[in-house]
């Protein structure tokens, strides 16, 4: 049976999380299966809008299961948060969440590790979302330091160790951060709490998807941020910590490479970033600004600006070929509604000569000339279109050019924040 992933192809906030809910529809099983609390999905339904940092965007349906697989960094507060704003909707999880039993957890030691090594970087900062991400991977790899949801069933090895990581982290936080400190009896008990509200959904969750593969359910793996933001692959530094490909897939959930089916790459209309980093086709002063307050384009974790820009095919080509897309949904192409014409960077020169693949380098990528090419706008608006074929022509031809420029058929395209928002071609 089907397993799907869908990833995003830009920086992040493509519409993941509107295209996730709308595959969900047809899906039994969504997984989330990299990053944390750093992701910012939005789903909105009718008037309501929600937005999941943790849970799978799959949740708001019925008969669909959920899971946060071993690749996630786990921050308890905030999932417990979630699940408690769903069951206040009438949305109850039981039965429906599984959590990796090997997921990391996140402690507010790594909230305060990320921002100090962020305020102490100064100028050179990532941006990061400071909810503690770099730093809980780092334990992750590092070992000695990091916890599982399992070590947590074993009460007294769990209080002991947590004791020898705090104070280890307190030292920490006395040389490099503003001083707090954390008394280690206090979090133990904290984190037991959340334990014991979390264990009815704590499991083996990869021998659980595997189970479900074979029984023929239809899974949905849901990425979170982006390929460009992508640990390897994307705009390191300026990158979050986990791999946020189509190729992480399969290592942070735990399905074998034979599982795979179908991949499904989400490209906004145009380019967005949060954060620090390259941005070739960067729009500054007005044109960037209004293209974010038509858009929306602030951050749905931390409410940050998002930096805009015109649609960077080069880029996209690159995420495509990376990840192995199958086709691509399209996303906000509403917001472009009102802009004639529309540029789209087809090419990149540095030094004079045309670059031919993707840099590695920030500080060459920093530097590239975007080549554009100019496509006609259509002035007329989209939000109530339901078929392709009653597009206006020129989006139509939009569509077209990206998928020129991509090699890859679009699929779905999203015309509006909402659910039936969106044309099936
Ligand atoms: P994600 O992180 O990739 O899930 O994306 P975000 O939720 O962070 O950001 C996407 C934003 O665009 C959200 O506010 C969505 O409600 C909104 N959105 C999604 N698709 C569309 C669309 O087709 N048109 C418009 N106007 N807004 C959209
Ligand atoms: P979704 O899932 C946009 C960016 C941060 C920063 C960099 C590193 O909503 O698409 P981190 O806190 O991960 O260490 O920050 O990554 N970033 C995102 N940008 N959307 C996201 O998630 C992001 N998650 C991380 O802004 O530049
Ligand atoms: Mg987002």
Sequence with gaps: MPVTVVVGLQWGDEGKGKIVDSLARTSDVVVRFQGGANAGHTVVVGEQEVIFHLLPAGVLHEGVENVIANGLVVDPATLLGEIDALSKLGLSLSGKLFLSDRAHIVFPYHRWQDKATESRAGEAQLGTTRRGIGP???????????????????????????????????????????????????????????????????????????????????????????????????????????????????????????????????????????????????????????????????????????????????????????????????????????????????SYTSEGSEVSSFPAEARVLEKVEPGYVDVAGWTKATPDVTRFEDLPPQAQGYVRRLEDQTGAPVSLISVGRKRDQIIHR
Excluded at 285 to 299: M, V
Excluded at 324 to 333: C, F, P, S, V, Y
Aim: negative net charge.
């Design 136 to 346: 809980a991977y780092s334990d992750k790899v590092i070992r000695h330091t990091a916890f599982r949801f399992c070590d947590l069933f074993d009460e007294s090895s769990f209080r002991k160790r947590l004791e020898r990581v705090v104070s280890e982290k307190n030292r920490w936080q006395e040389f490099f951060g503003d001083g707090e400190s954390i008394l280690a009896k206090e979090l133990a008990d904290e984190y037991l709490d959340y334990f014991g509200r979390l264990k009815e959904y704590i499991c083996d969750t990869s021998s659980l998807l595997r189970d479900r593969d074979s029984s023929g359910k239809r899974i949905l793996l849901e990425g979170a941020h982006g390929t460009l933001l992508d640990v390897d692959f994307g705009t390191y530094p300026y990158v979050t910590s986990s791999n946020c490909t189509a190729l992480g897939a399969l290592q942070g959930s735990g399905l074998p490479l034979k599982t795979m089916t179908e991949s499904i790459g989400v490209l906004k209309a145009y380019s967005t970033r949060v954060g620090s980093g390259p941005f070739p086709t960067e729009l500054e002063g007005k044109d960037g600004e209004w293209l974010r307050e038509r858009g929306r384009e602030y951050g749905a974790t931390t409410g940050r600006p998002r930096r805009c820009g015109w649609f960077d095919a080069v880029a996209a080509r690159y995420a495509i070929e990376l990840n192995g897309i199958d086709r691509i949904a399209l996303t906000k192409l509403d917001v472009l509604d009102q802009v004639d014409p529309i540029r789209v960077c087809t």
